[in-house]
């Protein structure tokens, strides 16, 4: 696979982790998509773990560790700590409003965005 591929199949999947990530960070669209999603509208806290898990492992793989920094890598691996500590078979409502483990991802899944967000992201190509 040529350079360009790799790092265009890096942005693909970083861009969806990074989506996912926002929703564990947002206690709004966790409300909206988890507690009261719809059939066609709604957010499964299970998959929204494997998801950013995927992200960690991504990283760690190597695949897109270069575009972290070290405070991005850190805040990371905090995140996946609070995910790896996390229990989705409690109801949604439960989960989301009351769970002091949820909430740990809530706040691990903000403090990675508050830094990865000011970044520049790497270039195509």
């Known amino acids: 696979m040529s350079r360009?591929?790799?790092?265009?199949?890096?942005r693909r999947a970083m861009d969806a982790?990074?989506?996912?990530?926002?929703?564990?960070?947002?206690?709004?669209s966790q409300e909206r998509y988890i507690v009261r999603g719809t059939a066609s509208e709604y957010l499964l806290p299970s998959q929204l773990v494997n998801d950013a898990l995927e992200l960690v492992?991504?990283?760690?793989?190597?695949?897109?560790?270069?575009?972290?920094?070290?405070?991005?890598?850190?805040?990371?691996?905090?995140?996946?700590?609070?995910?790896?500590?996390?229990?989705?078979?409690?109801?949604?409502?439960?989960?989301?409003?009351r769970d002091p483990a949820w909430a740990a991802v809530r706040t691990a899944a903000g403090r990675f965005l508050a830094e990865y967000e000011g970044t520049v992201h790497p270039p195509a190509g």
């Open 4 to 10: 360009a591929r790799r790092i265009d199949a890096g």
């Open 17 to 28: 982790r990074i989506q996912t990530i926002r929703y564990l960070a947002s206690f709004e």
């Open 57 to 97: 492992r991504l990283v760690d793989s190597g695949m897109i560790a270069s575009w972290l920094s070290a405070t991005q890598r850190d805040r990371l691996a905090e995140l996946k700590l609070a995910l790896e500590a996390v229990d989705v078979e409690a109801p949604n409502d439960q989960l989301v409003r």
